[in-house]
């Protein structure tokens, strides 16, 4: 990319996102101006595809509500989009998820990925490695 490109989006992109991917089911809160009053609406779906890159990208997340597919396209680094949480991890296969729409009921599933939950808290806080003493210490389970 251009440097002089960069060097304009850079104040732009939002650090503080969190690793997101296709198949993950994630919560976004938009901000809406009703009159002159502005509050945040939050948007749960699963993420079918993502798009873009840098200032322009975006995710299209689709939720079922009231036997209705909804799919809404999301600027990731819009000022409106005030944060988005992950609430489930999805395993799938592809970086599209566009065969979702011919779906309905139990065939929407996404399986979760496994150890998903414990990537969050491993990051957070990393076990001590366990040394020779700390094992001599430790006695010997009697039989």
């Given at each position: 990319?251009?440097?002089?490109?960069?060097?304009?989006?850079?104040?732009?992109?939002?650090?503080?996102?969190?690793?997101?991917?296709?198949?993950?089911?994630?919560?976004?809160?938009?901000?809406?101006?009703?009159?002159?009053?502005?509050?945040?609406?939050?948007?749960?779906?699963?993420?079918?595809?993502?798009?873009?890159?840098?200032?322009?990208?975006?995710?299209?997340?689709?939720?079922?509500?009231?036997?209705?597919?909804?799919?809404?396209?999301?600027?990731?680094?819009?000022?409106?989009?005030?944060?988005?949480?992950?609430?489930?991890?999805?395993?799938?296969?592809r970086s599209k998820l566009y065969y979702l729409r011919?779906?309905?009921?139990?065939?929407?599933?996404?399986?979760?990925?496994?150890?998903?939950?414990?990537?969050?808290?491993?990051?957070?806080?990393?076990?001590?490695?366990?040394?020779?003493?700390?094992?001599?210490?430790?006695?010997?389970?009697?039989?």
């Amino acid at each position: 990319m251009n440097q002089i490109i960069q060097e304009i989006e850079s104040p732009l992109i939002k650090k503080n996102l969190p690793q997101m991917d296709v198949g993950d089911t994630v919560k976004v809160f938009v901000k809406i101006k009703e009159g002159g009053k502005e509050r945040t609406q939050g948007y749960e779906g699963v993420i079918i595809k993502r798009a873009g890159a840098g200032v322009n990208q975006t995710l299209t997340v689709r939720r079922v509500f009231q036997g209705i597919g909804i799919e809404r396209v999301f600027l990731v680094h819009s000022p409106r989009i005030e944060k988005i949480t992950v609430q489930r991890r999805g395993h799938v296969r592809r970086s599209k998820l566009y065969y979702l729409r011919e779906r309905t009921g139990k065939a929407t599933r996404i399986k979760e990925r496994i150890g998903a939950r414990r990537e969050a808290g491993a990051a957070a806080a990393p076990e001590p490695p366990v040394t020779a003493a700390a094992q001599q210490e430790t006695p010997p389970a009697e039989q």
